[in-house]
């Protein structure tokens, strides 16, 4: 199993930036990918971005792609959400998680996001 601690999280104005930061331990991380979701007040969680192993292979959902980048450092068994031009929707609960196969796994326990208009 790997624990997972996510980091970075604050208040930014319309328009900024932000560098997510999600630190594993435990089991390989090289073995896992690696996927960062957010949840909002009232609705449900929603899948952000995701890496492959290596970091060759990225996937974004609509709303964020552009703006954000999710990369890996495995020597580091560190994963990152770089977030630029932020807007308002974009506040919420950020989470990173692992993958093995087609599920999600282990989650960590979040970092508020939250961009003022």
């Known amino acids: 199993q790997v624990q997972l601690v996510e980091s970075g999280g604050g208040l930014v104005q319309a328009g900024g930036s932000l560098r997510l930061s999600c630190a594993a331990s435990?089991?390989?991380?090289?073995?896992?990918?690696m996927g960062w979701f957010r949840q909002a007040p009232g609705k449900e969680r929603e899948f952000v971005a995701r890496?492959?192993?290596?970091?060759?292979?990225?996937r974004y959902t609509d709303s964020v792609k552009g703006r954000f980048t999710i990369s890996r450092d495995n020597a580091k068994n560190t994963v990152y959400l770089q977030m630029n031009r932020l807007k308002p929707e974009d506040t919420a609960t950020y989470y990173c998680?692992?993958?093995?196969?087609?599920?999600?796994?282990?989650w960590g326990q979040g970092t508020q996001v939250t961009v003022s208009s």
């Open positions: 998680a692992s993958r093995v196969g087609s599920e999600y796994e282990n």
């Open positions: 435990g089991r390989a991380f090289s073995n896992y990918f």
């Open positions: 890496i492959s192993w290596t970091g060759g292979s990225t």
